[in-house]
């Protein structure tokens, strides 16, 4: 599930080779089992007489290995591989001693050929590399190599294809799974949907429609108090969305940061290029602060302290081409100062940052398919970077709304309550609770056909009350 849901909510999503860590016993073991199978290879060859088995075995694999790439309409192509690659020949030949060595090359020279017509683009440079070698061994471990990729390249693609197909059956696969959880959690006495209960009903108010309050919930979610339990409907992006968390408050740092630097530059030294001077923050700004420092309190106040002088190196090389000086040990201090405050926890303008980047994400949310909204006022100093940030976000939240949005609507329309335990229902389980495993299980539940099943169940339960025992 967590693969199929990968490929649904990232484009970029790419197969990759696992390569082991450099000086790990996995590599060196890996490193010399490849290089003693080779070793073996061309021992077997360049003995007297040559011992062809070991290359059998190879020239089988690597036409496996191709035949494996081929799409269904290659068929003209498959069978002409078929009939040059023929292993029955090529074994008669070695068991009759008809095989020359020469024959090698013939043999690995039409592989290069076949390769060479079926690779992308991008793999041609590996290809014409084998036209260039002339060692028997090298010329096979290249082959190996190059379909190794060849390999990772198809799998890729037919991940690209299959996507939209993906999407459709992640949807309700997820669904199904997280039903399977709610009935395990509900077995264990606890409310698997307490978390997801408790942030819609912070956004929940008075004449507040459905759509709203859930798209102030997924806006809170950007900048998130960790201090509240995590909605147990987003667990599969948890990791994803902390890294967009960090990444939001990182861009408010730099924004309000940059923001102090031109008020304080234009109150001290007045001039037009306040633009320019912001402009030149940002850039330096965000090569300073990273990622990595926003994850621990100290390397973050080393960070803005590296802002802060980055502030002062500026603002000094803008007053020496607008006032022919530099600027003095009170003036530092002060451009020093309105940055370090960006940090602290009452930051006016930081804090207004935030409030922004998560009203945008709530119009976002609630624009749905009307999708680019107009940026808020404020956020023009860091316009692209939240677009970017946002971008990512709404893929993850549009995909997370396919899958659970109906849960949401019954969460915030009061049809999805707390559940009862079988202890406060005489042996039962709790009919709204069963509805919502059985819709969650289903593929379309509408609202008559969820009326119509509350009403059985409840029916249900109440014939099975009626049949205990009078305990009086």
């Not at 890996?30 to 290359?55: C, G, T, V």
């Not at 269904?72 to 002409?80: K, T």
């Not at 060692?135 to 390249?153: P, Y």
Request: proline fraction near 4%; aromatic fraction near 8%; glycine fraction near 4%.
């Amino acid at each position: 599930m967590f693969l199929a849901h990968e490929v649904s909510v990232n484009e970029d999503f790419r197969l990759e080779r696992f390569i082991p860590k450099q000086d790990t016993i996995e590599a060196r073991v890996q490193a010399q089992m490849k290089r003693a199978f080779w070793d073996i290879f061309d021992e077997n060859i360049k003995a007297k007489p040559p011992n062809y088995s070991h290359a059998l075995t190879i020239f089988k694999e690597i036409k496996q290995g191709i035949l494996s790439l081929l799409l269904p309409h290659n068929r003209n192509l498959r069978q002409r591989i078929t009939q040059s690659l023929d292993i029955g020949l090529i074994r008669n030949q070695i068991k009759n001693n008809a095989f020359d060595p020469t024959d090698f090359k013939s043999y690995t020279d039409y592989v290069i050929e076949v390769l060479s017509q079926i690779c992308c683009p991008s793999r041609d440079p590996d290809v014409n590399a084998l036209r260039d070698l002339h060692s028997a061994t090298r010329i096979f471990k290249g082959i190996f190599e190059t379909l190794d990729k060849m390999k990772l390249d198809m799998a890729n693609f037919l991940v690209l294809e299959s996507r939209p197909a993906i999407i459709q059956h992640c949807v309700q696969y997820e669904k199904h799974k997280f039903a399977d959880f709610l009935e395990l959690e509900y077995r264990l006495h606890d409310d698997g949907l307490k978390g997801t209960r408790l942030w819609l009903f912070r956004h929940k108010i008075e004449n507040r429609e459905t759509k709203v309050i859930i798209a102030k919930a997924f806006g809170e979610i950007i900048n998130y108090n960790h201090e509240f339990p995590w909605p147990e409907t987003l667990s599969l992006d948890a990791g994803r969305l902390q890294d967009l968390n960090l990444q939001t408050r990182r861009l408010a740092i730099i924004g309000a940061s940059v923001l102090s630097v031109g008020t304080v530059y234009q109150v001290m030294f007045g001039g037009t290029l306040i633009t320019e001077l912001r402009d030149k923050c940002k850039k330096h700004m965000k090569l300073l602060l990273t990622i990595d420092d926003m994850k621990n309190d100290e390397k973050l106040n080393e960070g803005m302290f590296r802002l802060a002088e980055e502030g002062c190196s500026l603002c000094n090389e803008f007053v020496k081409n607008q006032l022919m000086r530099d600027i003095n040990a009170s003036e530092k201090d002060s451009i020093r100062k309105c940055v370090l405050e960006v940090n602290t926890t009452d930051h006016k303008i930081r804090i207004l940052l935030l409030r922004r980047i998560m009203d945008y994400v709530g119009e976002v949310t609630l624009a749905q398919y009307a999708y680019p909204v107009q940026m808020p006022a404020g956020l023009t100093v860091i316009h692209y970077e939240v677009s970017g940030t946002i971008a990512q976000f709404y893929r993850i939240i549009m995909h997370n709304r396919r899958v659970y949005g109906d849960l949401y609507r019954g969460i915030c329309k009061g049809r999805v309550p707390t559940p009862k335990y079988p202890e406060e229902l005489n042996g039962e389980w709790d009919p709204d609770f069963c509805i919502l495993l059985r819709t969650l299980r289903s593929r379309h539940i509408d609202n008559e056909l969820h009326q119509r099943m509350r009403d059985e169940e409840i029916q249900r339960v109440k014939e099975a009350q009626s049949h205990l025992p009078d305990t009086e």
